[in-house]
C-alpha cells in the first residue's frame, strides 16, 4: 500500500505537474514497477524527483523526463521502437507497455546484463536488449534489420552534437526524441520525418542529462 501511494504521489505531484496529461502514459507508469528497476542500495529513490545512479557514470532518467519523452513520441500499439541508453531497462518497460516492439542499445555490458534480468523478472515482452555502441559504423543500419525505419526513436543520453543519423533510421511519420547540447544548457527536441527528405524539428523543453558514450562533440575553438 505504501509503494502504491508513493507511486501515485509522483504520478500527481511530479508528472502530472509538468503537463504530461496523456492518459495512457500515466496508466502506463502506473502499470510499470519503477522499483524493481532501480538499484537495490536506491531503493528508496525509486519514485523521487531524481536521476537514480546505476553506476559508471550512467542514471535512471527522473519520473518527469521519462513522462516528457513517452508523451511526445505518441507511442502507439504494433509501432516499432529504437531506443538509445537502456540504463537499468524502464523506459524499454514503458514504451513496450504503450504497446511498441522495441530494440534497445546499451553501450555497458554489465547494465545490459541488469536490465534482461529486470525485464524479465517484471515480465516484459516484445523488448530486445542489445549490447552494442549505438555510434559503431552502421549500427543504426544493421538495426533496421532490413525494415524500412522505426516508428519510434528515443535516446536517453545527450548529444553534444547533433548525429542526423537518427533521424535517417526513422520511417516517413516517424518521432525522434533526443536532448542536445552541452552543459550547462540543453534542448529536449522531437523530430519527426514528414517525407523522405523532409523531417520537423520541435524544441520541447530544458533540461540536463549525462552525455552517450561515444557521442560525437563539436570541433574545438582554436584561434
Known amino acids: ?78 509501432d516499432r521502437a529504437l531506443e538509445i541508453g537502456t540504463g537499468s531497462g524502464y523506459v524499454s518497460a514503458c514504451l513496450a507497455g504503450l504497446g511498441a516492439s ?4 546499451e553501450i555497458n555490458s554489465r547494465l545490459a546484463v541488469a536490465a534482461r534480468a529486470n525485464l524479465e523478472r517484471c515480465q516484459v515482452a516484445h523488448v530486445d536488449v542489445i549490447n552494442a555502441d549505438a555510434f559503431a559504423d552502421g549500427a543504426l543500419n544493421d538495426l533496421r534489420d532490413g525494415a524500412q525505419g522505426f516508428d519510434v526513436i528515443a535516446v536517453t543520453g545527450s548529444l553534444p552534437l547533433y548525429d542526423p543519423r537518427f533521424q535517417q533510421a526513422l520511417k516517413p511519420g516517424g518521432r525522434l526524441f533526443v536532448v542536445i547540447g552541452i552543459r550547462p544548457i540543453m534542448q529536449a527536441r522531437l523530430i519527426t520525418r514528414v517525407s523522405d527528405n523532409e523531417w520537423r524539428d520541435e524544441s520541447l523543453f530544458e533540461t540536463v542529462l549525462p552525455e552517450l558514450h561515444n557521442a560525437p562533440h563539436p570541433p574545438a575553438f582554436t584561434f
Open 1 to 78: 500500500m505504501q509503494i502504491e501511494l508513493a507511486r501515485e504521489q509522483m504520478i500527481h505531484q511530479q508528472v502530472r505537474a509538468w503537463d504530461v496529461l496523456d492518459e495512457r502514459v500515466l496508466q502506463t507508469m502506473r502499470r510499470v514497477p519503477r522499483e524493481r528497476f532501480v538499484p537495490t542500495e536506491f531503493s528508496d529513490l525509486a519514485f523521487a524527483d531524481v536521476e537514480v545512479p546505476l553506476g559508471d557514470g550512467q542514471q535512471m532518467l527522473s519520473p518527469q523526463i521519462v513522462g516528457r519523452l513517452l508523451q511526445a513520441l505518441t507511442v502507439a500499439a504494433g
Open 102 to 105: 522495441v530494440r534497445t542499445l
